[in-house]
């Protein structure tokens, strides 16, 4: 108990699970989306976030354990639906860390003027990984210290920008809807795809339950507190640099780095670059621990094998964080920049975040609660599923798509029975055996 997350670290992973690459690389083609198209995509995303993680806390007050929505899905809709969702999750979180990690090798890069050279920054997020991992296999204490550490550490700067930048947010002239109503719907695309992918993040807080101490009485208030915290942040963040930078503003920049130069000064403008390393360092950190408890969760219930459920000498599950690790740098290897990785991420999480606020509704309507009860009923887990349909009806066909090649592999993996005391079935991925439905 005493290696395990208190309510305030809980608070502090849920900063740097969240606070990081997304907001501080949004390209300056979102900023410029704002000041044509109105701020309603950006509320549509604001309010997609705030009730989705709302559903997140509510489950997160009934169930513990590893898994997170892996656990909700389960609960609800059974073993096999429980493990799809898992399955994806864990698979969600590879792609997510291949982002974040090649946010910091290219922050990195630049920093250091040698983004020229050729791979450099897929070498220097395969080597973060590396380490990350390694400080990961020595348990959770070490991780937790860190993760205090370099949360306290990011924070710094940016609160900085923010007491001295809010002044300038009464210099942005915004409309709240664009005048031209298709501009409702071309502001849905890929500049607010990068915008949610800031958010990302809330969602993990729980996979890590059984590290934490009374999960059910602090996880549902961190969710809340940490999400409502951010988007504070993030609201002063960007009307800030939409005051001090104006229409000087090129799509394919980061807008944060140019304000940051202009409000602090060239010194200032490294510090706070200082500060945005180590920001995207700690959300690293964060999803170096959540990513491999996702797997562990599908060992532990046996429908993955055992043995990624196993822990070393110090507690931690040393083959599901090598197994997490090593996908990771082939995904960083293979894989796009920054953006594309992002978009990817936000398009692979929908399923989860649909199947979740679907499981809320199954427990509200069977009386099942925890020590969150959300108000209204069904209403909130229904603005969420709305909510997610007007915001990404764009990208249906590439959901759809990616659900099912997901759903596929998930199946492949679930034809086999993983109990130590069975004898393995034979691999059959398209039997019709009702155990594996």
Avoid at 159 to 188: A, C, H, M, Q, W
Wanted: aromatic content about 14%.
């Amino acid at each position: 108990m005493a290696n395990k997350l208190g309510f305030w670290s809980i608070i502090l992973l849920g900063v740097n699970t969240i606070l990081g690459s997304g907001i501080f690389l949004l390209p300056g083609s979102f900023y410029i989306s704002l000041n044509e198209r109105g701020v309603f995509p950006t509320l549509i995303v604001i309010a997609t976030v705030i009730s989705i993680s709302l559903c997140f806390a509510e489950a997160s007050g009934i169930f513990e354990g590893y898994g997170g929505p892996y656990i909700y899905v389960r609960e609800a809709m059974g073993e096999f639906m429980g493990f799809q969702v898992g399955f994806m999750k864990w698979a969600i979180s590879l792609l997510s860390w291949a982002t974040t990690a090649m946010a910091f090798a290219h922050l990195i890069s630049t920093f250091f003027n040698i983004g020229h050279v050729p791979y450099i920054e897929k070498i220097f997020a395969g080597f973060f990984i590396v380490i990350l991992s390694y400080v990961n296999f020595l348990g959770v204490k070490l991780t937790k210290n860190l993760n205090n550490i370099v949360t306290l550490g990011k924070i710094i700067p940016i609160l900085l920008f923010v007491f001295i930048g809010i002044k300038y947010i009464g210099d942005s002239n915004l409309l709240l809807i664009t005048r031209e109503p298709r501009g409702l719907i071309t502001g849905f695309k890929d500049p607010i795809l990068i915008f949610f992918f800031a958010f990302t993040g809330f969602e993990t807080i729980a996979v890590a339950a059984k590290d934490m101490k009374t999960p059910l009485k602090n996880l549902p208030k961190v969710i809340i507190s940490v999400v409502i915290g951010i988007i504070i942040l993030y609201i002063i963040l960007i009307f800030s640099i939409l005051g001090i930078l104006g229409d000087n503003i090129e799509p394919n920049s980061y807008p944060i780095f140019d304000a940051a130069h202009l409000l602090l000064g060239p010194l200032g403008g490294i510090f706070f670059l200082s500060g945005v390393i180590i920001s995207i360092i700690g959300i690293n950190v964060a999803t170096s621990f959540t990513s491999p408890r996702s797997i562990v969760a599908l060992s532990e219930k046996n429908t993955m094998p055992k043995f990624l459920s196993q822990k070393n000498k110090y507690g931690a599950p040393s083959a599901a964080i090598i197994l997490t690790g090593s996908l990771t740098i082939i995904i960083i290897l293979i894989g796009g920049n920054f953006n594309t990785l992002a978009s990817f991420s936000v398009i692979s999480m929908i399923s989860q975040y649909l199947l979740t606020c679907v499981a809320v509704i199954i427990f509200k309507k069977q009386g099942i609660q925890g020590s969150l009860v959300l108000p209204g009923g069904y209403l909130i887990p229904l603005i969420a599923l709305v909510s997610m349909g007007l915001l990404f009806y764009n990208y249906l066909i590439y959901i759809i798509t990616i659900f099912l090649v997901f759903f596929l592999i998930g199946k492949c993996f679930y034809s086999y029975n993983y109990h130590p005391n069975k004898k393995i079935r034979k691999f059959n991925p398209f039997s019709k055996n009702i155990e594996n439905f």
